[in-house]
């Protein structure tokens, strides 16, 4: 089992960065594939990113999001980040990170209801 807490939102303008951090307990982090997922009030849950558990860290993007966002992670760390460039008032959301404890390898997956651990979130609000 792994507990997840997100960290790093905040109130930015238009076109503004961001990095979110989540820190992730328990010494089998490694084992585990990460997603960032994001959630508007009164809305589904949408994926972001997500990022493999194999070396060479395979990743996938939403397409709102590629070429703006990236995801790593660092098991030493017990952490996965989310980089977020170029934010529109459109990304204003909470944000998620969740692990999947049975994806393969190499799989990045994409379908929220596949993750297993979810953190708290935390508010990104993108003001223009």
């Known amino acids: 089992q792994v507990q997840l807490a997100e960290s790093g939102g905040g109130l930015v303008q238009v076109g503004a960065s961001l990095r979110l951090s989540c820190a992730g307990s328990?010494?089998?982090?490694?084992?585990?594939?990460m997603g960032w997922f994001r959630q508007v009030p009164g809305l589904e849950r949408e994926f972001v990113a997500a990022?493999?558990?194999?070396?060479?860290?395979?990743?996938s993007y939403a397409d709102s999001v590629k070429g703006r966002f990236t995801i790593s992670r660092d098991n030493a760390k017990n952490a996965v980040y989310l980089q977020m460039n170029s934010l529109k008032p459109e990304d204003t959301a909470v944000y998620y990170c969740?692990?999947?404890?049975?994806?393969?390898?190499?799989?990045?997956?994409?379908?929220?209801?596949?993750?297993?651990?979810w953190g708290q979130g935390t508010q990104v609000t993108v003001s223009s």
């Open positions: 969740a692990a999947d404890a049975n994806a393969g390898l190499y799989f990045t997956q994409r379908r929220g209801s596949q993750y297993d651990f």
């Open positions: 328990g010494r089998t982090f490694s084992n585990y594939t």
């Open positions: 990022i493999s558990r194999g070396v060479g860290r395979s990743t």
